[in-house]
């Protein structure tokens, strides 16, 4: 079974930057796929990113060109750099892993993964 540890995040005001870390164990991990979720209270979590077929990545329009999914194979560690933050970013943060082999579509949802960290929240101040 694949375990993720998630870290990284914080009080942050408006403009500022986070790095979110997740890490991964139990498998190996170039094969999966590793997604970001985020969720605020009263709402469905939302995704944000994820990381598929080697290098490539995918974001959701809100977020592309502030935040960056890279991913450290050697070290089993997915990461999330989050810039230029605005207030409506503010939610606790997921990572998601799966290895299931599917159209990138798929990874939009999150019954597209089956393996998922604890939450980190990010908070950014105005």
């Known amino acids: 079974q694949v375990q993720l540890v998630e870290s990284g995040g914080g009080l942050v005001q408006a403009g500022g930057s986070l790095r979110l870390s997740c890490a991964a164990s139990?498998?190996?991990?170039?094969?999966?796929?590793m997604g970001w979720f985020r969720q605020v209270p009263g709402k469905e979590r939302e995704f944000v990113g994820f990381?598929?077929?080697?290098?490539?990545?995918y974001y959701r329009d809100s977020v592309k060109d502030r935040f960056t999914i890279s991913r450290d194979n050697a070290k089993n560690t997915v990461y999330l750099q989050m810039n230029s933050l605005k207030p409506e970013d503010t939610a606790v943060y997921y990572c998601?892993?799966?290895?299931?082999?599917?159209?990138?579509?798929?990874?939009?949802?999150?019954?597209?993964?089956?393996?998922w960290g604890q939450g980190t929240q990010v908070t950014v101040s105005s």
């Open positions: 139990g498998r190996t991990f170039s094969n999966y796929t």
């Open positions: 998601a892993a799966t290895d299931r082999r599917a159209s990138p579509r798929t990874y939009y949802y999150s019954r597209g993964y089956d393996y």
């Open positions: 990381s598929w077929s080697g290098v490539k990545t």
